[in-house]
Every structure is written in C-alpha cells, then in structure tokens.
C-alpha cells in the first residue's frame, strides 16, 4: 500500500469529482481572517470540516444506547456554529464535503491535534473501496468539562492508501447499508 500525497488528492479531486467541495490548499483564517482549525489539502492528506448539524447525545430519557436497537430519543439535535459536548459525552456530525472513493482506495481517519489536544477525540471508520456520501463524524469529549467543537472549521484528517490491486468486490458492489449517506447517519444493523 502507498500512501497518497497532495498531487493525487488534487488531480483526483479535480477529474473524479472524489471531493466536493474541494480545496486545494490548506485555509487557516475565515472570511474575516479570524483563526480557525485548518481544513483542506495538506501533504499526504485531506482536513474535513464539521457540518453544523449536530446530534449530541443526553441520558435526559435514560435511554440505552443500543447499536442493534438505537432510539432517536439517545440524544438532542441542535443547528449551530458551535457545539457544547457534555463532559465524557459524545456528539455526531457530519463533513460538509461528499466523498466518492476509488475501486482501489482505502480512506482512515485521524484526529486533528488542536482537538486532540484539548481531549477531544475524533473517530471515524475506514471509508472503504467504491464507498460515497458525506462522512459521519464521531466526536468524544473525554474530559471531565464541557467541550466546544466548531462548525465550517476543520475536524479530522483523512489518509489516502492505494491498495496493491483493486478489490474484487467493492463497497458499492456489495450494497453497503450506509452508501450514499447524507448528513448525520445513525446506526444501522
């Protein structure tokens, strides 16, 4: 496997429509040139951004969180620029960008470091080959205080590995439950 580097995001990117939207350099200041967690191309990856669409989730209904049974009553839904994540709690989201990845691409996630750093976790599961949609995004404050994440800012960093040859069945060959998602997906069984 080989790791991909910014050449191949881009020309990707440009000809395969496998980002959008896309860009092509990495943006650290708003339109205002206020700072933000940087989001876009960089060397040997691609910095999503959080959606503003968030499902935080709450135990006000004493609900279990049950992935075979998941009731919608497991949390609250908010629309904001920001999100407050209860202490060692966890909030979903989704990336603004729509992804459609290669027959012959593995995508992992990795936190950025600015949340990393403030004890917020970000995890996403390997988007695999001839997979597309929007990413969910999970984000687990594991601090014992609230924690704020942003929307329209950067949130993880995705890694392009090419495999040695291309699978012979795909993710879009074996109907996978969640192609083609769109904002916030919860689970599925």
């Known amino acids: 496997m080989t790791i991909k580097s910014d050449k191949w995001i881009r020309q990707m990117a440009g000809e395969f429509k496998m980002i959008e939207p896309f860009e092509p350099n990495q943006i650290k200041l708003n339109s205002d040139n206020d700072k933000i967690i940087s989001y876009g191309t960089s060397s040997y990856g691609y910095d999503v951004r ?41 909030a979903l989201a989704s990336t603004i960008e729509y992804f459609k990845i290669p027959k012959n691409i593995l995508v992992f996630c990795l936190g950025k470091s600015t949340y990393a750093r403030c004890g917020i976790i970000v995890n996403v599961t390997p988007l ?5 949609g929007h990413v969910t995004l999970e984000f687990s404050n594991t601090t014992p205080l609230p924690a704020k994440i942003y929307a329209n800012e950067g949130a993880a960093q995705f890694i392009f590995l ?3 040859e291309t699978p012979k069945t795909t993710y879009a060959q074996r109907k996978g439950k969640y192609m083609k998602q769109t904002g916030v997906t919860l689970p599925k069984v």
């Open 50 to 90: 959080c959606s503003n669409e968030f499902k935080i989730f709450t135990d006000v209904d004493s609900a279990i969180v049950d992935p075979k049974n998941f009731k919608k009553n497991s949390f609250v839904s908010r629309k904001s620029k920001e999100c407050i994540i209860p202490p060692n709690s966890f």
């Open 128 to 132: 695999e080959p001839g997979w597309e």
């Open 162 to 164: 090419k495999g040695s």
